[in-house]
């Protein structure tokens, strides 16, 4: 059974960082590529960052590289979202999505003073 769960997520003030983590199993987790989403208020789901099965290979949304990093291990069947600089816009539920089309259940994120 394929699952992806998220953790990570909480309050933080604007300014401060992040990481998320997304836990796999049920899947060849080494071979396929993994994404972030994220769902702010009011607003559709949005990709937020890719990253190649071997690490070489990195995408990110429009305006966001430079405060999102998305990283993995693999030994740990495991894919990283670090937000650094986080601003209230980002408040929002971030999901976990593996290239086959499997979500995780989201770990919210809210900024705010």
């Known amino acids: 059974q394929v699952q992806l769960v998220e953790s990570g997520g909480g309050l933080v003030q604007p300014g401060g960082s992040l990481t998320l983590s997304c836990e796999a199993s049920?899947?060849?987790?080494?071979?396929?590529?993994m994404m972030w989403y994220r769902q702010r208020p009011g607003k559709e789901r949005e990709f937020v960052a890719q990253?190649?099965?071997?690490?070489?290979?990195?995408h990110y949304g429009d305006g966001l590289k430079g405060r999102f990093t998305i990283s993995r291990d693999k030994a740990r069947r495991m894919t990283y979202l670090s937000i650094q600089n986080l601003e209230p816009v980002d408040t929002g539920v971030y999901y976990c999505?593996?290239?086959?089309?499997?979500w995780g259940q989201g770990t919210q994120v809210t900024v705010s003073s």
């Open positions: 999505k593996n290239e086959g089309g499997a």
């Open positions: 049920g899947f060849d987790f080494s071979h396929v590529e």
């Open positions: 990253i190649g099965e071997n690490s070489y290979y990195f």
